[in-house]
């Protein structure tokens, strides 16, 4: 069993398009995230959820849009596409909540390559 | 603010070498997490230890071992016998207390020749 899934795993769009990247984990976790690795590996966070509840928004552009339907899922909407959107996005997952020491560690989904061409 | 640097920014040894890779960290937070990740070449990422800022105790995990010192503020991973399997993109991240954030490092990569 996957414990956290990403679909799609890859994504080739042109700009301009609206896209979506899905994320599910069955580990029961309370908190999960969205981070983006740009092409030269580095990883930084976008967004945090807790129990359906936005957390954190490290100032993303208001064209990505995080929609957490229940605990297990967090959605990514991006709006309008760019290049510089062009990166592997990871889903992320810990049982943590907020305003609690942050000991456990994230699981993290495979990723999905998004290219704007 | 918090930060985390790995100096190295690539590795390379041969197998059946030991390697060390360095983590530096930065936070006003007393209570803090530091972790490492193995990003290998199919993509995923991989917990491989977490150690909070009270415990300086080393680890050791087989041919893994991890040097937490908080008076310099390091966290430095060593692989003994290096295989080529290690070959990866290595992590280092830190989370404050109450931050529910990993701030990761640049990443180190290691290349594990036969």
């Known amino acids: 069993d996957t414990a956290v899934s990403q679909t799609p795993k890859y994504l080739v769009t042109q700009m301009g398009n609206d896209k979506s990247i899905k994320c599910e984990q069955n580990l029961g976790h309370d908190t999960m995230y969205w981070y983006k690795q740009d092409s030269k590996k580095f990883l930084k966070i976008m967004f945090s959820?807790?129990?359906?509840?936005?957390?954190i928004n490290e100032t993303v552009p208001n064209r990505f849009s995080p929609k957490s339907p229940d605990k297990a899922h967090l959605n990514l909407h991006i709006n309008s596409l760019e290049l510089g959107d062009s990166a592997v996005y990871f889903c992320?997952?810990?049982?943590?909540?907020?305003?609690?020491?942050?000991?456990?560690?994230?699981?993290f989904g495979p990723g999905t390559r998004l290219t704007v061409l | 603010a918090q930060k985390v640097t790995q100096a190295q920014t690539e590795i390379s040894v041969v197998e059946k070498e030991d390697v060390t890779l360095d983590c530096v960290y930065e936070t006003r937070d007393t209570t803090y997490y530091l972790f490492w990740y193995k990003q290998p070449p199919s993509g995923e990422l991989v917990f491989l230890i977490r150690r909070n800022s009270f415990d300086e105790q080393n680890e050791i995990s087989g041919r893994y071992s991890w040097n937490f010192q908080k008076s310099t503020s390091s966290f430095n991973f060593t692989i003994t016998a290096s295989q080529v399997v290690d070959s990866a993109v290595y992590f280092c991240a830190l989370s404050e207390r109450y931050g529910n954030k990993l701030v990761f490092g640049a990443g180190t990569i290691l290349r594990v020749k036969s």
């Open positions: 959820y807790n129990n359906k509840e936005l957390i």
């Open positions: 992320a997952s810990s049982q943590d909540s907020p305003g609690t020491s942050p000991y456990n560690e994230q699981f």
